[in-house]
């Protein structure tokens, strides 16, 4: 998902990763604890583009602040 403040989550496998448009910097934000468990959805707040969303197979949504 790309944010408001040009950011952009990807979810790739197990690990969501942010890459920042303004310094083109890679940040490692997330990896989950079970290697099969992958993460399917990343979606910003609609509210609070700090606000990430993040779904896994596992059916479980966990809420980031990226900015912390």
Known sequence: DWSPNNTIAA???SVVV?????S????H????????D?????SFSTNNPNHLA???TMGQIKIFDIQK
Request: one cysteine or more.
């Open 11 to 13: 979810g790739l496998e």
């Open 18 to 22: 942010l890459w920042s448009g303004c």
């Open 24 to 27: 083109s910097k890679i940040t």
């Open 29 to 36: 934000l997330y990896e989950t604890e079970d290697p099969a």
């Open 38 to 42: 992958y993460i399917c959805s990343v």
């Open 54 to 56: 993040i779904g896994n």
